[in-house]
């Protein structure tokens, strides 16, 4: 995923919030996949880079990475999907299958306070 586009659209959807609020945004929290590989400081990057002369100008990007979810065919658990663990934590079974990766999403705005 392009880091650049990435960043326009957490702007945008930062922006939208800001001006339904009517108040600055000091922070933002977005999360993702680890598979979605979004470089981290290459996302604050573009984000402060495009963020400028906006009221997210010096907005606190936090971007959390989601570990990949697994589900456990025999006991029907999830779990998190851990590499240097590959069976079930609950049953040790390896008859599980990994599920899709976690979207990108916004997950809260802080606003300054009014
Ligand atoms: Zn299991």
């Given at each position: 995923m392009h880091e650049a586009a990435v960043a326009q659209s957490v702007l945008e959807a930062i922006l939208a919030e800001a001006k339904k609020q009517k108040t600055k945004p000091l922070a933002a929290k977005i999360s993702c996949g680890v598979?979605?590989?979004?470089n981290n400081e290459a996302l604050r990057f573009a984000f402060d880079a495009i963020s400028?002369?906006?009221?997210?100008?010096g907005l606190k990007l936090n971007i959390e990475q989601k570990p990949i979810q697994a589900h456990c065919k025999k006991c029907d658990s999830s779990f998190a999907f851990d590499l240097h663990e590959?069976?079930?934590?609950?049953?040790?079974?390896?008859d599980f299958e990994l599920l899709p990766d976690a979207p990108l999403l916004l997950e809260e705005i802080e606003f300054e306070e009014k």
């Open positions: 598979f979605n590989n979004v400028e002369g906006t009221v997210c100008k590959m069976n079930c934590p609950k049953c040790r079974s390896d």
